[in-house]
């Protein structure tokens, strides 16, 4: 009788990590002379978090050769992420952007500079299937797979693999307008990729745009109907709202002091929710983390300087 699969990491993600260059002072990013170097990236937002969680966390890209990618690939490491399918590719750039700041607790300017990157390079044959269904699960954003035609082509294929090997998978809309040819094309492919996936994470306005419904009731019955386990749908300032097979209910937003960043907030919210499951906590306890950890994200400058550490989590009764 042939052995069980040794599990190698927790979770696995796919995607392009940017360095981010934060603006020192508000104001529109051109008559900004001063920045802060950080990380940025959904998909890698959320391993580092995983990460820091205490779960066992692999990462696959495409990065350059260049300091960014030195960089990128540094603090991965420091991280504790496993990156030994992460390429380097000499004939390709590493992505970047600029952040702005803001003081009225809004939405900061982003600027990309993505296009034609490493990452975005990426295909189906960079994929290592025992690499990725060793893992116990594949947690997806709709970021990745918007980059490119290529990238699509390595999302759709992570997912089929991942659910053939009968592992889990959680998904985060992640919308990414600009990126997509047009809207039609970001809610057929979004959609198409998250009626794969186990856990469904998106926000109120994601979800009534994807799903044409309004309630967070309906975009939770839209998912489930469609094959999902659970949906836990983002409501900002009002929490949020879940649902399972058997359980639903909502868990109230955590007070924020001062909104600093905004961005980051739902990588923070997939990381609660998706360790805890992993861990084996209820839905409603996973949300709860969820929505703490969110919390924290928006009250501090940088998108992954408010992820908690284990022993955070075990401070706050998380």
């Not at 960014?68 to 590719?89: F, P």
């Not at 094309?185 to 990729?193: K, Q, S, T, V």
């Not at 009731?217 to 709202?241: D, F, N, S, T």
Request: glycine letters at 10%; hydrophobic letters at 40%.
């Amino acid at each position: 009788m042939a052995s069980a699969p040794t599990i190698a990491n927790d979770v696995v993600v796919f995607g392009e990590m940017m360095q981010m260059f934060v603006a020192d002072t508000p104001g529109p990013l051109e008559t900004i002379t001063t920045f802060h170097k950080r990380t940025a990236g959904a998909e890698t937002n959320t391993a580092i978090g995983f990460a820091r969680a205490g779960l066992r966390v692999g990462w696959a890209s495409r990065l350059g050769v260049d300091s960014m990618a030195r960089y990128l690939m540094g603090e991965m490491q420091r991280e504790g992420v496993d990156c030994s399918r992460v390429v380097c590719d000499p004939t390709q750039r590493t992505g970047f952007q600029f952040k702005g700041r803001v003081t009225d607790g809004g939405d900061p300017p982003v600027e990309y500079h993505r296009k034609g990157s490493a990452a975005s390079h990426m295909t189906p044959a960079d994929i290592d299937a025992s690499w990725l269904t060793s893992a116990r699960h594949l947690h997806a954003t709709g970021v990745f797979p918007a980059i490119s035609a290529t990238a699509l082509a390595t999302a759709r294929k992570t997912l089929e693999l991942m659910r053939a090997a009968g592992r889990t998978i959680s998904f985060d809309p992640n919308l990414r307008p600009t990126l997509w040819a047009t809207p039609e094309d970001m809610r057929r492919e979004i959609n198409a990729l998250a009626y794969q996936a186990d856990w469904v994470l998106p926000g109120l306005e994601e979800g009534r745009f994807l799903t044409g419904e309004s309630t967070p009731e309906a975009i939770a019955h839209h998912y489930l109907q469609r094959g999902a386990k659970l949906v836990a749908v983002k409501l900002g300032p009002q929490g949020a709202y879940y649902e399972g097979v058997s359980t639903s209910g909502r868990v109230p937003a955590f007070p924020v002091a001062e909104v600093v960043d905004t961005v980051g907030a739902g990588d923070g919210f997939a990381v609660g929710v998706v360790s805890a499951l992993l861990e084996g906590a209820s839905l409603e306890q996973a949300v709860r983390r969820g929505a703490w950890i969110g919390a924290r994200a928006v009250q501090v400058l940088g998108d992954t300087e408010g992820l908690p550490t284990r022993e955070e989590l075990a401070q706050a009764g998380l």
